[in-house]
Protein backbone atom coordinates (compact mmCIF):
# COMPACT_ATOMS: atom_id res chain seq x y z
CA UNK A 1 0.00 0.00 0.00
CA UNK A 2 1.39 3.34 -1.25
CA UNK A 3 -0.02 5.82 1.51
CA UNK A 4 3.70 8.60 0.42
CA UNK A 5 1.89 10.37 -1.96
CA UNK A 6 -0.93 12.39 -2.51
CA UNK A 7 -3.92 9.96 -3.14
CA UNK A 8 -6.32 12.52 -4.77
CA UNK A 9 -6.87 12.46 -7.69
CA UNK A 10 -7.34 15.52 -9.97
CA UNK A 11 -11.60 16.15 -10.02
CA UNK A 12 -12.11 14.72 -6.50
CA UNK A 13 -13.79 16.20 -4.02
CA UNK A 14 -10.63 17.14 -1.71
CA UNK A 15 -8.98 18.66 -4.50
CA UNK A 16 -12.75 21.02 -5.29
CA UNK A 17 -12.85 22.75 -1.97
CA UNK A 18 -14.66 25.91 -3.84
CA UNK A 19 -16.88 23.57 -6.57
CA UNK A 20 -20.40 24.83 -6.83
CA UNK A 21 -22.97 23.42 -4.69
CA UNK A 22 -21.46 23.98 -1.86
CA UNK A 23 -23.07 26.35 1.04
CA UNK A 24 -21.63 29.53 0.87
CA UNK A 25 -19.39 30.12 4.04
CA UNK A 26 -19.45 25.95 4.67
CA UNK A 27 -17.63 23.58 2.92
CA UNK A 28 -17.44 20.48 4.38
CA UNK A 29 -14.46 19.12 2.55
CA UNK A 30 -12.83 22.02 4.13
CA UNK A 31 -14.42 22.23 7.63
CA UNK A 32 -13.61 18.43 8.27
CA UNK A 33 -9.88 18.79 6.68
CA UNK A 34 -6.32 19.80 9.42
CA UNK A 35 -3.34 20.30 7.81
CA UNK A 36 -0.13 19.54 9.37
CA UNK A 37 3.32 20.18 8.10
CA UNK A 38 5.61 18.00 8.32
CA UNK A 39 5.61 14.47 8.40
CA UNK A 40 8.91 13.77 11.37
CA UNK A 41 7.77 12.38 14.52
CA UNK A 42 6.23 15.58 15.95
CA UNK A 43 3.71 15.76 12.87
CA UNK A 44 2.81 11.75 12.73
CA UNK A 45 2.11 12.27 16.32
CA UNK A 46 -0.35 15.32 15.57
CA UNK A 47 -2.12 13.87 12.58
CA UNK A 48 -2.86 10.73 14.34
CA UNK A 49 -4.39 12.92 16.95
CA UNK A 50 -6.48 15.20 15.00
CA UNK A 51 -7.76 12.16 12.19
CA UNK A 52 -10.04 11.81 15.99
CA UNK A 53 -11.75 14.47 15.31
CA UNK A 54 -11.21 15.57 11.21
CA UNK A 55 -12.20 13.46 8.58
CA UNK A 56 -9.59 14.30 6.80
CA UNK A 57 -5.63 15.24 7.66
CA UNK A 58 -3.18 16.03 5.02
CA UNK A 59 0.29 15.80 5.83
CA UNK A 60 2.60 18.42 3.59
CA UNK A 61 6.29 17.58 3.95
CA UNK A 62 8.71 18.85 1.43
CA UNK A 63 10.92 15.88 1.38
CA UNK A 64 10.51 13.19 -0.85
CA UNK A 65 9.63 10.30 1.53
CA UNK A 66 11.50 6.48 1.02
CA UNK A 67 9.40 4.70 -0.47
CA UNK A 68 11.19 0.81 -0.17
CA UNK A 69 12.30 0.94 3.45
CA UNK A 70 13.92 3.21 6.47
CA UNK A 71 16.55 5.82 4.42
CA UNK A 72 17.98 9.15 5.56
CA UNK A 73 16.13 12.13 4.06
CA UNK A 74 18.01 16.25 4.40
CA UNK A 75 14.58 17.26 6.45
CA UNK A 76 15.81 15.27 9.45
CA UNK A 77 19.50 15.98 9.07
CA UNK A 78 20.27 14.69 12.43
CA UNK A 79 19.00 11.15 11.98
CA UNK A 80 22.46 10.05 11.33
CA UNK A 81 23.99 10.26 15.38
CA UNK A 82 22.45 8.55 18.42
CA UNK A 83 18.60 8.84 18.91
CA UNK A 84 16.92 7.84 22.17
CA UNK A 85 13.16 7.41 23.19
CA UNK A 86 12.74 7.09 26.64
CA UNK A 87 10.08 5.37 28.42
CA UNK A 88 7.68 8.06 28.71
CA UNK A 89 8.07 8.55 25.08
CA UNK A 90 7.56 5.05 24.36
CA UNK A 91 4.44 4.79 26.59
CA UNK A 92 2.53 7.54 25.19
CA UNK A 93 3.27 6.68 21.73
CA UNK A 94 2.03 2.68 22.85
CA UNK A 95 -1.08 4.69 23.81
CA UNK A 96 -1.75 6.44 20.63
CA UNK A 97 -0.61 3.72 18.35
CA UNK A 98 -1.20 -0.05 20.14
CA UNK A 99 1.55 -2.36 18.95
CA UNK A 100 3.91 0.03 17.69
CA UNK A 101 6.45 -1.11 20.19
CA UNK A 102 6.08 -4.62 19.13
CA UNK A 103 7.05 -3.00 15.36
CA UNK A 104 9.87 -1.56 16.67
CA UNK A 105 11.39 -3.89 17.83
CA UNK A 106 10.87 -6.07 14.95
CA UNK A 107 12.52 -3.25 12.64
CA UNK A 108 15.70 -3.95 14.51
CA UNK A 109 15.04 -1.34 17.29
CA UNK A 110 16.24 -2.06 20.82
CA UNK A 111 14.85 -1.73 24.41
CA UNK A 112 17.22 -1.51 27.38
CA UNK A 113 17.32 -0.52 30.58
CA UNK A 114 19.18 2.83 31.79
CA UNK A 115 21.54 2.52 33.51
CA UNK A 116 22.08 -1.33 33.64
CA UNK A 117 22.32 -2.12 29.97
CA UNK A 118 25.55 0.42 29.88
CA UNK A 119 28.75 1.25 31.18
CA UNK A 120 27.86 4.61 31.98
CA UNK A 121 30.06 6.93 33.23
CA UNK A 122 28.27 10.13 34.96
CA UNK A 123 30.13 13.38 36.09
CA UNK A 124 30.29 11.32 39.68
CA UNK A 125 31.32 7.99 38.50
CA UNK A 126 30.50 5.12 36.76
CA UNK A 127 26.63 4.11 37.57
CA UNK A 128 25.83 0.76 39.18
CA UNK A 129 23.31 -1.92 38.25
CA UNK A 130 20.96 0.72 39.83
CA UNK A 131 16.75 0.78 39.27
CA UNK A 132 16.36 3.61 36.24
CA UNK A 133 14.29 3.68 32.64
CA UNK A 134 13.75 1.93 29.64
CA UNK A 135 15.36 3.45 26.75
CA UNK A 136 14.05 2.52 23.38
CA UNK A 137 17.41 3.02 20.71
CA UNK A 138 16.80 2.93 17.33
CA UNK A 139 18.62 4.94 13.71
CA UNK A 140 15.96 7.83 13.48
CA UNK A 141 15.25 6.68 10.09
CA UNK A 142 13.96 3.17 11.13
CA UNK A 143 11.48 5.02 14.23
CA UNK A 144 10.31 7.45 11.52
CA UNK A 145 9.62 5.00 8.93
CA UNK A 146 7.81 2.61 11.22
CA UNK A 147 5.48 5.45 12.90
CA UNK A 148 4.84 6.56 9.69
CA UNK A 149 3.55 3.36 8.18
CA UNK A 150 1.52 2.86 10.89
CA UNK A 151 0.29 6.17 11.27
CA UNK A 152 -1.34 6.10 7.90
CA UNK A 153 -2.77 2.79 8.01
CA UNK A 154 -5.65 5.28 9.40
CA UNK A 155 -7.20 6.32 5.86
CA UNK A 156 -8.41 9.54 7.27
CA UNK A 157 -4.10 10.59 6.80
CA UNK A 158 -2.96 11.14 3.39
CA UNK A 159 0.79 12.54 2.67
CA UNK A 160 1.42 15.14 -0.05
CA UNK A 161 5.52 14.80 -0.42
CA UNK A 162 7.51 16.63 -2.68
CA UNK A 163 5.30 20.04 -1.56
CA UNK A 164 7.57 22.83 0.61
CA UNK A 165 5.06 25.22 2.18
CA UNK A 166 5.12 28.72 1.62
CA UNK A 167 2.89 30.65 3.64
CA UNK A 168 -0.25 30.94 5.48
CA UNK A 169 -3.67 31.67 3.83
CA UNK A 170 -5.03 34.07 6.20
CA UNK A 171 -8.98 34.04 6.65
CA UNK A 172 -11.99 37.00 5.69
CA UNK A 173 -11.55 38.38 8.89
CA UNK A 174 -7.81 38.50 9.42
CA UNK A 175 -7.64 37.24 12.58
CA UNK A 176 -7.43 33.23 11.40
CA UNK A 177 -5.63 30.86 9.57
CA UNK A 178 -7.31 29.49 6.46
CA UNK A 179 -4.61 26.94 4.92
CA UNK A 180 -1.78 27.04 3.22
CA UNK A 181 0.34 27.93 0.48
CA UNK A 182 2.35 25.08 -1.26
CA UNK A 183 5.00 25.75 -3.49
CA UNK A 184 3.69 23.47 -6.14
CA UNK A 185 -0.01 24.27 -6.57
CA UNK A 186 -3.31 26.18 -5.23
CA UNK A 187 -3.52 26.94 -1.90
CA UNK A 188 -4.31 24.43 0.54
CA UNK A 189 -7.97 24.89 2.83
CA UNK A 190 -8.29 23.64 6.12
CA UNK A 191 -10.21 24.37 8.90
CA UNK A 192 -6.62 23.55 11.29
CA UNK A 193 -2.95 23.74 10.56
CA UNK A 194 -0.33 22.32 12.47
CA UNK A 195 3.30 24.01 11.99
CA UNK A 196 5.67 21.03 12.74
CA UNK A 197 8.48 21.60 10.38
CA UNK A 198 11.73 21.38 12.83
CA UNK A 199 14.10 23.92 13.13
CA UNK A 200 13.68 25.39 10.14
CA UNK A 201 10.30 26.82 10.66
CA UNK A 202 9.01 29.59 8.96
CA UNK A 203 6.17 30.66 11.16
CA UNK A 204 7.75 33.87 12.52
CA UNK A 205 8.10 35.19 9.32
CA UNK A 206 4.54 33.75 7.92
CA UNK A 207 2.90 35.28 11.29
CA UNK A 208 4.75 38.48 10.20
CA UNK A 209 3.40 38.71 6.86
CA UNK A 210 0.02 38.42 8.54
CA UNK A 211 0.84 41.53 10.76
CA UNK A 212 1.40 39.46 13.88
CA UNK A 213 4.59 40.35 16.34
CA UNK A 214 7.72 38.43 16.10
CA UNK A 215 7.73 35.94 18.65
CA UNK A 216 9.37 36.69 21.95
CA UNK A 217 12.72 33.59 21.88
CA UNK A 218 14.91 32.07 25.20
CA UNK A 219 18.25 30.70 23.43
CA UNK A 220 20.80 28.90 25.50
CA UNK A 221 23.62 27.38 23.76
CA UNK A 222 26.51 25.38 24.85
CA UNK A 223 28.24 24.82 21.20
CA UNK A 224 27.95 21.18 21.68
CA UNK A 225 29.24 19.46 19.10
CA UNK A 226 28.65 15.86 17.23
CA UNK A 227 30.60 13.50 15.13
CA UNK A 228 29.29 10.06 14.23
CA UNK A 229 30.22 6.43 12.61
CA UNK A 230 28.85 3.53 12.19
CA UNK A 231 30.72 -0.03 12.92
CA UNK A 232 30.39 -3.46 12.78
CA UNK A 233 29.38 -4.80 16.08
CA UNK A 234 32.77 -7.03 16.76
CA UNK A 235 32.09 -10.51 18.45
CA UNK A 236 33.07 -10.44 22.17
CA UNK A 237 31.63 -13.49 24.26
CA UNK A 238 33.02 -11.91 27.47
CA UNK A 239 30.60 -8.24 26.89
CA UNK A 240 28.06 -7.74 29.23
CA UNK A 241 27.18 -4.29 28.83
CA UNK A 242 24.42 -3.52 25.75
CA UNK A 243 25.81 0.65 25.09
CA UNK A 244 28.38 2.83 26.28
CA UNK A 245 27.87 6.48 27.55
CA UNK A 246 30.55 8.36 28.37
CA UNK A 247 29.48 11.79 29.91
CA UNK A 248 31.76 15.19 29.78
CA UNK A 249 31.64 18.01 32.95
CA UNK A 250 32.96 21.10 32.52
CA UNK A 251 36.68 19.92 33.89
CA UNK A 252 36.58 17.29 31.04
CA UNK A 253 33.95 18.92 28.17
CA UNK A 254 34.42 15.35 25.60
CA UNK A 255 31.91 12.14 25.67
CA UNK A 256 30.78 9.54 23.31
CA UNK A 257 27.53 7.35 23.22
CA UNK A 258 27.59 4.09 21.69
CA UNK A 259 24.35 1.88 20.98
CA UNK A 260 23.65 -0.84 19.40
CA UNK A 261 21.58 -1.01 16.18
CA UNK A 262 19.61 -3.50 13.64
CA UNK A 263 22.14 -5.56 11.60
CA UNK A 264 24.82 -5.97 14.05
CA UNK A 265 26.07 -2.83 13.55
CA UNK A 266 27.32 -0.15 16.30
CA UNK A 267 26.22 3.52 16.00
CA UNK A 268 29.07 5.49 17.87
CA UNK A 269 28.57 9.24 18.42
CA UNK A 270 31.60 11.18 19.87
CA UNK A 271 30.79 15.08 21.30
CA UNK A 272 32.36 18.22 22.80
CA UNK A 273 31.80 21.07 24.15
CA UNK A 274 33.18 24.18 23.29
CA UNK A 275 35.05 25.37 19.88
CA UNK A 276 38.32 23.71 21.20
CA UNK A 277 36.50 20.22 21.66
CA UNK A 278 34.46 19.94 18.85
CA UNK A 279 35.07 16.00 17.70
CA UNK A 280 36.42 15.86 14.28
CA UNK A 281 34.32 14.33 11.01
CA UNK A 282 37.91 13.37 9.62
CA UNK A 283 37.70 9.61 9.47
CA UNK A 284 41.45 8.82 10.45
CA UNK A 285 41.03 11.96 13.67
CA UNK A 286 37.73 9.65 14.85
CA UNK A 287 39.57 7.15 17.11
CA UNK A 288 41.95 9.76 18.25
CA UNK A 289 39.53 11.93 19.81
CA UNK A 290 37.60 9.01 21.25
CA UNK A 291 41.15 7.85 23.36
CA UNK A 292 40.82 11.18 24.79
CA UNK A 293 37.64 10.66 26.52
CA UNK A 294 37.78 10.66 30.40
CA UNK A 295 37.52 6.34 30.23
CA UNK A 296 39.45 4.29 27.74
CA UNK A 297 36.24 2.09 27.64
CA UNK A 298 34.48 3.28 24.39
CA UNK A 299 38.11 3.70 22.41
CA UNK A 300 38.75 0.21 23.76
CA UNK A 301 35.27 -1.30 22.03
CA UNK A 302 35.80 0.53 18.66
CA UNK A 303 39.76 0.36 18.01
CA UNK A 304 39.50 -2.99 16.47
CA UNK A 305 35.93 -2.76 15.00
CA UNK A 306 35.27 -2.52 11.11
CA UNK A 307 33.66 1.22 10.42
CA UNK A 308 30.88 1.04 8.21
CA UNK A 309 30.73 4.33 7.39
CA UNK A 310 32.18 8.07 7.41
CA UNK A 311 32.08 10.29 10.28
CA UNK A 312 29.37 13.15 10.05
CA UNK A 313 29.36 16.09 11.84
CA UNK A 314 26.34 18.11 13.09
CA UNK A 315 26.54 21.44 15.04
CA UNK A 316 22.90 22.92 15.55
CA UNK A 317 22.38 21.69 18.97
CA UNK A 318 21.55 25.01 21.20
CA UNK A 319 18.24 24.89 22.76
CA UNK A 320 16.01 27.51 21.57
CA UNK A 321 12.07 28.34 22.95
CA UNK A 322 10.16 30.44 20.20
CA UNK A 323 7.72 31.61 22.58
CA UNK A 324 4.29 31.66 20.80
CA UNK A 325 2.58 30.97 24.09
CA UNK A 326 3.26 34.03 25.10
CA UNK A 327 1.75 36.13 21.87
CA UNK A 328 -0.45 38.68 22.99
CA UNK A 329 -2.58 38.13 19.72
CA UNK A 330 -2.78 34.58 18.00
CA UNK A 331 -4.65 33.21 14.78
CA UNK A 332 -7.46 31.12 14.92
CA UNK A 333 -7.08 28.22 13.07
CA UNK A 334 -3.19 27.68 13.63
CA UNK A 335 -0.83 25.97 16.09
CA UNK A 336 3.49 25.09 16.18
CA UNK A 337 4.45 22.05 17.70
CA UNK A 338 7.95 20.20 18.04
CA UNK A 339 10.69 21.78 17.19
CA UNK A 340 9.55 24.12 15.42
CA UNK A 341 8.47 26.06 18.63
CA UNK A 342 10.60 24.54 21.21
CA UNK A 343 14.06 22.42 20.47
CA UNK A 344 16.72 21.07 22.67
CA UNK A 345 20.66 19.99 23.20
CA UNK A 346 19.93 16.51 21.61
CA UNK A 347 22.86 14.88 23.81
CA UNK A 348 19.48 14.76 26.43
CA UNK A 349 17.68 12.74 24.33
CA UNK A 350 14.39 14.51 24.78
CA UNK A 351 13.23 15.73 21.72
CA UNK A 352 11.03 12.68 20.47
CA UNK A 353 9.54 12.31 23.83
CA UNK A 354 8.53 15.62 24.08
CA UNK A 355 7.06 15.57 20.87
CA UNK A 356 4.81 12.64 22.29
CA UNK A 357 4.13 14.52 25.63
CA UNK A 358 3.05 17.72 23.01
CA UNK A 359 0.68 15.08 20.80
CA UNK A 360 -1.00 14.05 23.85
CA UNK A 361 -1.40 17.19 25.45
CA UNK A 362 -3.26 17.87 22.13
CA UNK A 363 -5.36 15.31 22.13
CA UNK A 364 -6.71 15.71 25.88
CA UNK A 365 -6.78 19.62 25.16
CA UNK A 366 -9.11 18.55 22.36
CA UNK A 367 -10.81 15.16 23.41
CA UNK A 368 -14.13 17.74 24.59
CA UNK A 369 -14.43 20.39 21.45
CA UNK A 370 -15.82 19.40 17.72
CA UNK A 371 -14.14 20.17 14.61
CA UNK A 372 -16.20 23.78 14.35
CA UNK A 373 -14.87 24.73 17.92
CA UNK A 374 -11.04 23.72 17.45
CA UNK A 375 -10.02 26.49 15.64
CA UNK A 376 -11.17 29.37 18.23
CA UNK A 377 -8.99 27.10 20.95
CA UNK A 378 -5.97 27.43 19.02
CA UNK A 379 -4.67 30.11 21.69
CA UNK A 380 -5.43 27.61 24.31
CA UNK A 381 -4.02 24.64 22.58
CA UNK A 382 -0.41 26.36 21.87
CA UNK A 383 -0.51 27.19 25.77
CA UNK A 384 -0.88 23.43 26.54
CA UNK A 385 1.52 21.65 24.12
CA UNK A 386 3.94 24.44 24.61
CA UNK A 387 4.26 23.40 28.46
CA UNK A 388 5.08 19.72 27.49
CA UNK A 389 8.69 20.97 26.96
CA UNK A 390 9.05 22.57 30.14
CA UNK A 391 10.80 19.86 32.22
CA UNK A 392 12.97 18.84 29.05
CA UNK A 393 13.97 22.86 29.22
CA UNK A 394 14.71 23.06 32.40
CA UNK A 395 17.12 19.93 32.53
CA UNK A 396 18.72 20.99 29.46
CA UNK A 397 19.65 24.69 29.76
CA UNK A 398 20.38 24.29 33.26
CA UNK A 399 23.27 21.58 32.74
CA UNK A 400 24.07 23.49 29.80
CA UNK A 401 24.52 26.37 31.66
CA UNK A 402 27.89 24.78 33.91
CA UNK A 403 29.83 24.73 30.93
CA UNK A 404 32.05 28.30 30.39
CA UNK A 405 31.74 28.83 26.76
CA UNK A 406 28.03 28.44 26.99
CA UNK A 407 26.07 31.62 25.38
CA UNK A 408 22.70 32.59 27.32
CA UNK A 409 21.62 33.92 29.99
CA UNK A 410 23.95 32.91 33.37
CA UNK A 411 22.77 30.70 35.73
CA UNK A 412 20.83 33.00 38.59
CA UNK A 413 21.21 32.39 42.30
CA UNK A 414 18.10 29.85 42.55
CA UNK A 415 19.52 27.83 39.38
CA UNK A 416 23.28 28.05 41.26
CA UNK A 417 21.31 26.46 43.93
CA UNK A 418 19.62 23.62 41.80
CA UNK A 419 22.64 22.54 40.00
CA UNK A 420 24.79 21.80 43.19
CA UNK A 421 21.79 19.75 44.83
CA UNK A 422 21.75 18.35 41.25
CA UNK A 423 25.53 17.57 41.55
CA UNK A 424 24.43 15.64 44.67
CA UNK A 425 21.75 13.73 43.30
CA UNK A 426 24.04 12.45 40.35
CA UNK A 427 26.74 11.16 43.05
CA UNK A 428 23.54 9.49 44.92
CA UNK A 429 22.23 7.84 42.08
CA UNK A 430 25.00 6.36 40.81
CA UNK A 431 24.81 4.27 43.46
CA UNK A 432 22.00 3.84 45.96
CA UNK A 433 18.90 2.34 43.93
CA UNK A 434 16.46 4.98 46.33
CA UNK A 435 17.93 7.99 44.65
CA UNK A 436 18.70 6.95 41.08
CA UNK A 437 14.81 5.74 40.79
CA UNK A 438 13.36 9.11 40.87
CA UNK A 439 16.44 10.40 39.02
CA UNK A 440 15.23 8.00 36.17
CA UNK A 441 12.25 9.12 36.75
CA UNK A 442 12.14 12.69 35.77
CA UNK A 443 14.84 12.40 33.35
CA UNK A 444 12.98 10.33 31.34
CA UNK A 445 9.75 12.88 32.11
CA UNK A 446 7.34 10.45 33.77
CA UNK A 447 7.72 11.79 37.16
CA UNK A 448 7.60 15.91 38.04
CA UNK A 449 10.96 17.27 39.31
CA UNK A 450 9.61 17.65 42.57
CA UNK A 451 9.66 14.14 43.19
CA UNK A 452 13.45 14.79 43.86
CA UNK A 453 12.70 17.32 46.14
CA UNK A 454 10.48 14.72 48.28
CA UNK A 455 11.75 14.74 51.96
CA UNK A 456 12.79 10.43 51.91
CA UNK A 457 15.09 12.05 48.49
CA UNK A 458 16.43 14.88 50.13
CA UNK A 459 17.41 12.95 53.00
CA UNK A 460 18.80 10.33 50.82
CA UNK A 461 21.20 12.85 48.97
CA UNK A 462 22.18 14.82 51.48
CA UNK A 463 23.38 11.59 53.42
CA UNK A 464 25.96 11.91 50.43
CA UNK A 465 27.18 14.80 51.34
CA UNK A 466 30.93 13.95 51.67
CA UNK A 467 31.19 12.31 48.61
CA UNK A 468 32.87 14.30 45.72
CA UNK A 469 31.14 15.73 42.88
CA UNK A 470 33.83 15.48 40.41
CA UNK A 471 35.75 12.55 41.61
CA UNK A 472 39.07 11.17 39.73
CA UNK A 473 37.69 8.60 37.40
CA UNK A 474 38.53 5.06 37.12
CA UNK A 475 38.54 3.54 33.68
CA UNK A 476 36.02 1.01 34.22
CA UNK A 477 33.65 0.42 36.63
CA UNK A 478 34.24 -2.29 39.70
CA UNK A 479 31.75 -4.73 37.66
CA UNK A 480 33.43 -4.77 34.55
CA UNK A 481 36.68 -4.84 33.30
CA UNK A 482 38.40 -3.90 29.45
CA UNK A 483 37.91 -6.51 26.75
CA UNK A 484 40.17 -9.23 26.47
CA UNK A 485 42.87 -9.64 24.37
Known amino acids: MDNDTDNHPAGSPASRPNEPGHEPGHDPAVDDHAVVLGAGLAGLLAARVLATKFARVTLVERDELPQAGPAFRPGVPQSRHVHVLWSRGLELMEQMLPGITGKLVAAGAAVLESPRDFLWLSPAGWFDAVPGAEVLLAGREVIDWTVRQEVLRDGRIRVRAGSPATGLVAGADGR ?115 RTLRSPALYDAIRDAKPLSSATGFRGTANEWRHYERMERWPAGFIVLGDASCRFNPVYGHGMTVAALAADALAAAIRDLGPAEIPGAAR ?52 DPGISAPFFGVLSLSAPPNTLLSPGTVVRVLSKWRLPTDPETTAYPSHHGPPGP
Open 380 to 431: RLQRRTAAAAEVAWQIATSEDQRYPETEGPPPDRAARILQKYMSRVMVGANA
Open 176 to 290: SVTGVRLRDGEPLAARLVVDATGRTSKTPDWLAALGHEVPEASRCDSRLAYSSRYFETPKDPGRRWRGVYVQGRPDSPRGGVLVPLDGDRWLVTLLGYGSAHAPPTKDEEFLDFA
